[in-house]
């Protein structure tokens, strides 16, 4: 048995691996309402197919007795064992632009070697930005725009998008120390809170994973693919809405949380700039397209401009 906190490492791929990149982190851990990290989690591994670097030792880090690996009996035979994996991937979004991906279980033990090690990465790839989601239920309904909490060091971002800033002692992940760490050696990094409705909680709620990949692209630049999560969004409160309007007590309860929601929300001018007024966020295609509209304006001068005009 090795004490390597790696189990697995690919030296020629790290080695060709660009300086500067960001970091996105999705571990499951204490809090994920709406299946957020998990739904981020699968999705970018099932849309981008991401490149290990490097796998983390779970028998180092995982308890194994708190959450039991999957394994299944066919018939006669066991067949299909899936331990939890940890590990650090690169990736490339829609247009190829590459970024790192830390994902998989939150570690049980060894956290302060763990960070550490992290933190060696972060140096080694000189990371640009970390950026990292979880999501809290909160009495909030979801005929409203889902809000965020945002913290790090990107005051940008916090002032733009942070709805909710209370002072609280909150039982820590391993994403929030990382995060402190982070933010006292100076590196830049952001943390995105979701605040989904209390009552969606224990489902795999779409709006959540459309809200981190908005966060994600909005701190790092990134532009991935929405189309099918607003699709399913769309179909899943479609549903959540029939069924509340079945009940009269679910239906009352909804409605004091809209005027509870808009009350707050009152003297809030905050908004995504990924978002448009009705809430709605655009494609890839669409941002692909924008983005190329203005490269083209800023190469070759706008196409309104006249001869001896100024720059624009």
Do not use: C
Not at 16 to 44: C, F, H, N, T, W
């Amino acid at each position: 048995m090795t004490d390597s906190i790696f189990s697995a490492e690919y030296a020629e791929r790290r080695a060709r691996v660009p300086k500067g990149l960001p970091l996105i982190v999705a571990m499951q851990g204490l809090s994920d309402a709406g299946g957020a990290v998990s739904q981020l989690e699968e999705y970018l591994w099932q849309q981008y197919e991401p490149e290990e670097l490097l796998t983390f030792n779970a028998d180092l880090l995982l308890d194994y007795r708190a959450r039991r690996p999957i394994i299944t009996f066919d018939e006669d035979h066991l067949v299909d064992y899936s331990p939890e994996e940890l590990s650090l991937a690169l990736v490339h979004d829609e247009l190829g632009a590459p970024f790192l991906l830390l994902s998989g279980y939150e570690p049980d033990f060894r956290w302060d070697q763990f960070i550490d090690t992290v933190l060696q990465l972060v140096h080694e790839f000189e990371v640009s930005t970390t950026v990292w989601t979880h999501a809290i239920p909160m009495p909030v309904p979801h005929t409203r725009p889902m809000t965020v909490t945002v913290s790090g060091s990107r005051d940008d971002l916090i002032e733009a998008r942070s709805i909710w800033r209370p002072t609280t002692k909150l039982s820590a992940s391993i994403a929030h120390v990382l995060e402190y760490r982070l933010h006292n050696l100076g590196e830049e990094v952001v943390g995105f809170a979701l605040l989904v409705p209390h009552y969606l909680s224990n489902t795999e709620y779409p709006e959540a994973l459309l809200m981190s990949l908005d966060g994600i692209m909005a701190a790092t630049g990134l532009i991935l693919s929405t189309d099918l999560v607003r699709e399913a969004s769309r179909a899943f409160v479609q549903k959540v809405d029939s069924q509340i309007a079945e009940n009269e007590e679910s239906s009352d309860m909804v409605r004091t949380l809209e005027q509870r929601y808009d009350a707050y929300m009152e003297d809030q001018t905050t908004r995504s700039p990924l978002i448009s007024e009705d809430g709605s966020i655009p494609t890839a295609e669409q941002l692909a397209s924008e983005l190329e509209r203005f490269l083209q304006q800023h190469q070759s001068g706008s196409p309104e401009s006249e001869p001896g005009d100024g720059p624009q």
